[in-house]
């Protein structure tokens, strides 16, 4: 998964034009710098693009950090389906 890592990070800092050293594997995408709905759409098609995938809409609002996000867009490519957990 380190190239997924690597190349969901470039897509990321990229976008947002922001250093890869800002982006913890850990930390809520939704606080970095220069986020925004517009910011995250570019993300996430730059993402299905790049990988060949289609993410769910329900599972890009639920992934929160770059370590899910890597581990979601890994199995889809791997042509397992990933689902967004569910709210008890």
């Given at each position: 998964?380190?190239d997924?890592?690597?190349?969901?990070?470039?897509?990321?800092?990229?976008t947002?034009?922001?250093?890869?050293?800002?982006?913890?594997?850990?930390?809520?995408?939704?606080?970095?710098?220069?986020?925004?709905?517009?910011?995250?759409?570019?993300?996430?098609?730059?993402?299905?693009?790049?990988?060949?995938?289609?993410?769910?809409?329900?599972?890009?609002?639920?992934?929160?950090?770059?370590?899910?996000?890597?581990?979601?867009?890994?199995?889809?490519?791997?042509?397992?389906?990933?689902?967004?957990?569910?709210?008890?």
């Amino acid at each position: 998964m380190g190239d997924i890592r690597a190349m969901i990070t470039t897509i990321i800092c990229d976008t947002l034009q922001i250093s890869p050293a800002t982006l913890a594997a850990t930390q809520n995408l939704r606080q970095l710098e220069k986020v925004d709905s517009i910011n995250l759409v570019r993300v996430m098609a730059r993402i299905e693009d790049h990988f060949d995938i289609e993410l769910d809409d329900d599972l890009v609002f639920e992934v929160t950090t770059l370590d899910e996000l890597v581990s979601a867009v890994g199995q889809l490519a791997a042509g397992h389906s990933v689902r967004a957990v569910q709210a008890p």
